[in-house]
């Protein structure tokens, strides 16, 4: 038997954004490791408006602006799914 699944939008907003948020950091500490043809910086700098590569405080804005953007897509795909989820009587 199928489970019906209710997306909830506050579980689902803290998780997409934590989910942002550790790749946001995983990615930044390979950039420290790794040589410079195997970065990312490049796409985190066009994807987070003021994030250079790479200081403490270029870091924190990346971070909060990856969060940012699990609960922008949060609040845009929950009510989406609830719309096409709705079952036809």
């Known amino acids: 038997m199928i489970e019906e699944i209710s997306m909830r939008l506050i579980p689902t907003g803290h ?25 990312m910086h490049g796409a985190w700098e066009l994807l987070l408006p003021g994030f250079k590569f790479v200081s403490v405080q270029s870091f924190l804005l990346g971070l909060t602006e990856s969060y940012l953007y699990g609960w922008y897509i949060a609040l845009i795909f929950i009510p989406l799914y609830r719309m096409f989820d709705r079952r036809q009587d």
């Open 15 to 39: 998780a997409l954004s934590a989910f942002l948020s550790l790749s946001f950091t995983l990615c930044i500490a390979w950039g420290l490791v790794m040589p410079p043809s195997l970065h």
